[in-house]
């Protein structure tokens, strides 16, 4: 059974860089069959899509959030990570990592999420 | 982008009813839309891709429709479980976006 779990600082300082990690078990995220994606949701509002990495290079980012984006891949750890950086309070949110697949059904919806971290801006 | 427009935003319901939630595409996105559900601390769970096809392991109860700029989620007869709120997807243009929701609660 595929599980994403995600990692890293609960509280971010203004201006800062927001770094979290989603380690992969049951599965590999150098898998051409998948994209590895990040969505956040502010607390009581809906889910915003992040980006995404596919074939461990490739990069696919929200324009509304693309010049602070960062999305990459280390595969010996079977880990993707994010960075945002410069952020504010309008960043503080549960950030979900998650899988979609690129070649077999449900093509293009995430199918597997992680359980979500909270992320808070504040100084 | 993409504007995907939910309604209600809130439905009350009793469980055996019938529920019928809408999500509306700012564009055609043909049949690129997908349903989650999203209870309290978990996260969202795929139900319908592609406007029509259940994922692995949901009840037939769900069910979704449509093409185009319209499509439905729709829930047969409601068990207690099925309270949460619901969100669309559309894969058809980058970025994806959701929808703003529709919270399915007992009445």
């Known amino acids: 059974q595929l599980q994403p779990q995600e990692s890293g600082p609960g509280l971010v300082k203004p201006s800062e860089t927001l770094s979290l990690t989603c380690t992969v078990s049951g599965g590999s995220v150098s898998s051409s069959s998948y994209y590895w994606g990040w969505i956040r949701q502010p607390p009581g509002e809906g889910l915003e899509w992040i980006g995404s990495?596919?074939?461990?290079?490739?990069?696919y980012y929200n324009p509304s959030l693309k010049s602070r984006v960062t999305i990459s891949v280390d595969t010996s750890k079977n880990q993707f990570s994010l960075e945002l950086n410069s952020v504010t309070a309008a960043d503080t949110a549960v950030y979900f990592c998650?899988?979609?697949?690129?070649?077999?059904?449900?093509?293009?919806?995430?199918?597997?999420w992680g359980q979500g971290t909270l992320v808070t801006v504040s100084p | 982008e993409i504007v995907l427009t939910q309604s209600p935003a809130t439905l009350c319901l009793s469980p055996g009813e019938r529920a019928t939630l809408s999500c509306r595409a700012s564009?055609?996105?043909?049949?690129?839309l997908g349903w989650y559900q999203q209870k309290p601390g978990q996260a969202p769970r795929l139900l319908i891709y592609?406007?029509?096809n259940r994922a692995t392991g949901i009840p037939a109860r769900f069910s979704g429709s449509g093409s185009g700029t319209d499509f439905t989620l729709t829930i047969s007869s409601l068990e207690p479980e099925d309270f949460a709120v619901y969100y669309c997807q559309q894969r058809s243009n980058w970025p994806i976006t959701f929808g703003q929701g529709t919270r399915l609660e007992i009445k």
């Open positions: 592609d406007a029509s």
């Open positions: 564009q055609s996105v043909s049949s690129s």
């Open positions: 998650a899988r979609r697949p690129a070649m077999v059904v449900p093509r293009y919806y995430y199918d597997y």
């Open positions: 990495i596919y074939n461990s290079g490739n990069t």
